[in-house]
């Protein structure tokens, strides 16, 4: 099975602090994926990778920055927290670039709470 | 624009009682469709898609869902829930232009009483 890891389960973070989320996919997929998810929202994209160095906006970028220095690696950074990004942070990966039949597989999320 | 739309936020069932969560969605063309269920502290598993030919797709867990293009909906069904299925159900369809980025319903939770 493919495995997407998270690093962080929970973190509480201050106001102004950088804050690095590490997200680790073990199955060679070339696709992947920054959502955050609000109760009532559903899950918004952040950013996606569709290779190594490659980054793309998704819908919601803004206060958000991604690095994706290696194929299995997947990082979102937030470079000055606020507490209207406290939420849970979904990493996903999935392995074929192109048309729409891909099947995303999830990490267990990192719910970030920023005081 | 490509979007789904899951109209309830929450659906209760007894357990052994038919279960529904529904979904509809507007896509241009043939859509691909799917189905996720979030256990509680968990992320997101795949349950099943719909990308072409049977309109009664099988999946995981004994979950189904009947594509019916003249409704434009994808609802999700069990003949007979389990309190283990209460969780929340996300409904999601790619976004055309390029990217094929999967856009999600607002999520439906789903709670089985004893």
């Not at chain 1, 680790?24 to 609000?38: A, L, P, S």
């Not at chain 2, 189905?35 to 795949?46: A, T």
């Not at chain 2, 099943?48 to 309109?55: E, F, P, Q, S």
Request: charged share 20%; aromatic share 12%.
């Amino acid at each position: 099975d493919v495995k997407v890891t998270q690093s962080s389960r929970y973190l509480v973070k201050r106001t102004g602090e950088k804050v690095f989320l590490e997200c680790v996919q073990d199955m060679d997929h070339e696709n992947m994926f920054w959502y955050r998810q609000d109760p009532g929202l559903g899950l918004r994209l952040i950013y996606f990778s569709y290779d190594v160095k490659m980054k793309e906006k998704g819908d919601i970028p803004e206060g958000y920055s991604v690095s994706r220095e290696k194929k299995e690696r997947f990082s979102l950074i937030l470079e000055s927290a606020s507490t209207n990004q406290t939420s849970m942070y979904l990493c996903a990966s999935s392995l074929l670039p192109g048309p729409g039949a891909n099947v995303l597989t999830f990490g267990a999320g990192s719910r970030l709470t920023v005081l | 624009a490509q979007s789904v739309a899951q109209p309830e936020d929450q659906v209760n069932v007894a357990e052994g009682n038919p279960l529904t969560v529904k979904c509809t969605y507007s896509v241009s063309g043939n859509p691909y469709l799917f189905w996720y269920v979030q256990y509680p502290n968990r992320g997101l598993q795949f349950l099943l898609k719909y990308i072409t030919g049977d309109n009664l797709v099988k999946g995981s867990y004994g979950f189904e869902a009947e594509f019916n293009k003249s409704q434009t909906s994808f609802h999700l069904k069990k003949p007979s829930a389990l309190v283990s299925d209460s969780a929340l159900y996300f409904c999601a369809v790619p976004v055309s232009g390029g990217s094929y980025i999967p856009t999600f319903g607002r999520g439906t939770s789903l709670i089985v009483h004893p």
